[in-house]
């Protein structure tokens, strides 16, 4: 049974940072990708950013690209996303998502989920 579980939503004002955390369990990932999406109320999920199992290759939405930086951790099961000159419209639930092989943007392609923190961004 994978786990992912996120951490470090919050309220915000705009302008802020905030930094997200994911880690993952259960299993053993040899050779996988991890992800952020978002979703506001109302809304579509969002691709946000990605990486891949080794930290070298990462992709970003372009409403976050400049604004965002996304890592993993030493032991490669967590993941990181530095959230810097946050606005408004970044408010959203943010879920962690992992897949084995190669990254993409394609939400679909990913077989486990988080269940996703918060986070508001006032004006």
């Known amino acids: 049974q994978v786990q992912l579980v996120e951490s470090g939503g919050g309220l915000m004002q705009a302008g802020g940072s905030l930094r997200l955390s994911c880690a993952a369990s259960?299993?053993?990932?040899?050779?996988?990708?991890m992800a952020w999406f978002r979703q506001a109320p109302g809304k579509e999920r969002e691709f946000v950013a990605t990486?891949?199992?080794?930290?070298?290759?990462?992709y970003y939405g372009d409403s976050v690209k400049g604004r965002f930086t996304i890592s993993r951790g030493n032991a490669k099961n967590t993941m990181y996303l530095q959230m810097n000159n946050l606005k408004p419209e970044d408010t959203a639930v943010y879920y962690c998502?992992?897949?084995?092989?190669?990254?993409?943007?394609?939400?679909?392609?990913?077989?486990?989920w988080g269940r996703g923190t918060q986070v508001t961004v006032s004006s």
């Open positions: 990486i891949s199992w080794n930290g070298i290759t990462t």
């Open positions: 259960g299993r053993t990932f040899s050779n996988y990708a």
């Open positions: 998502a992992v897949k084995d092989g190669w990254t993409t943007v394609n939400a679909g392609l990913y077989a486990y």
